[in-house]
C-alpha cells in the first residue's frame, strides 16, 4: 500500500471510528433532521452535557458533523447528508444476520 492510498484508509477508519458508538449513531441519526444544540442533543440522547459534548467533539474533529456558534448557542449540523445511506446498508446486513441466526434456531 502506497502513502497515499494508506492516508486515504486511515482517514477513513477515523471517521468509521468516531462514529462506533451507539450515543453518536444517534445523534448522527437524529441530525439527519436538523441541526440541534448541546442541550437539545443532551435530552435526545439521555445523557449529561458533558458527555454530548464529548461525543459531539469526537464527530466534530473526524469531520461528520459542523458547528455554528449563535449567541451563547452552539448548534450541530450533520457534514455527510449521505449517512442515511451507511444507516440503509447496516439496517440491510443486520436484518440478513437477524434472519440467519432465527433459521438457526428455528
Do not use: W
Not at 12 to 23: D, F, G, L, N
Not at 45 to 55: E, P
Not at 84 to 92: G, I, Q, T, V
Amino acid at each position: 500500500m502506497d502513502k497515499h492510498t494508506k492516508a486515504v484508509f486511515e482517514a477513513r477508519a477515523a471517521m468509521v471510528k468516531a462514529m462506533a458508538h451507539p450515543s453518536r449513531l444517534y445523534i448522527l441519526e437524529r441530525l439527519q433532521e436538523r441541526p440541534y444544540c448541546v442541550c437539545e442533543s443532551t435530552r435526545l440522547v439521555g445523557a449529561d452535557k458533558s458527555t454530548v459534548s464529548k461525543h459531539l467533539t469526537v464527530l466534530k474533529h473526524a469531520g461528520v458533523v459542523t458547528c455554528e456558534k449563535r449567541g451563547v448557542e452552539v448548534r450541530h449540523a450533520l457534514r455527510m447528508p449521505c449517512i442515511h445511506k451507511f444507516f440503509s446498508c447496516l439496517e440491510s446486513v443486520l436484518k440478513v444476520n437477524l434472519e440467519d441466526s432465527q433459521r438457526l434456531v428455528a
